[in-house]
């Protein structure tokens, strides 16, 4: 039997030397994988003058998801690469999306129909505003597709922004149209 070392116990100096090398691993363990791995690393973008990020909030109509991530209002006129075009009823508003399909096929998502609801009422999209962004009326989404895009709206002055009325015309697994489309509904404040 050896008699006792000097100093700490050896079972001291055993646990010392297990947090030491724990310590040294502990950077390690992310790439060893783990709850994270399932998740795309996109890095994070600023947002545009005069827009404010949204909290992401996610609705789906069917099989598409839908989420609003930036916000602009009070835009008085609009400017695009071939022309001006002031507001008619008091300021534009733009609204920064992401639509997503979860549908096994292709949709197309006609965005004619996505109101802006208001204080005053609903909005549908401006066309010129549109046209003037360079923005799609329509699009056609791949199988697992995502996709940005911004919605511009032409509102009274006064009109308080609250939500979006969004339709992605859902369909059945065979691609059939659902007959009634309740849409979805997504806050903005």
């Given at each position: 039997m050896r008699p006792p070392s000097a100093g700490r116990p050896r079972t001291a100096r055993r646990r010392s030397a297990a947090l030491l090398t724990l310590t040294a691993l502990l950077p390690l363990a992310p790439a060893c994988g783990g709850h994270d791995d399932d998740h795309y690393r996109v890095p994070a973008r600023a947002v545009r003058d005069g827009e404010h990020p949204l909290p992401y909030r996610e609705v789906t109509d069917g099989h598409i998801a839908f989420a609003a991530i930036g916000l602009s209002s009070g835009l008085t006129t609009i400017?695009?690469?071939?022309a001006d075009l002031p507001s008619r009823?008091?300021?534009f508003a733009r609204v920064r999306m992401l639509a997503e399909n979860r549908?096994?096929?292709f949709h197309k998502i006609d965005l004619d129909r996505q109101l802006l609801v208001t204080s005053r009422g609903a909005y549908p999209p401006d066309v010129n505003a549109m046209r003037v962004k360079r923005q799609p009326t329509d699009i056609e989404l791949g199988s697992h597709d995502r996709l940005e895009f911004d919605l511009?709206?032409?509102i009274p002055k006064d009109a308080r922004i609250t939500a979006l009325r969004l339709y992605a015309d859902p369909t059945d697994e065979l691609g059939v149209p659902l007959q009634h489309d309740p849409g979805a509904e997504l806050p903005l404040r």
């Open positions: 400017t695009g690469s071939h009823l008091g300021g549908y096994a096929t511009m709206y032409d």
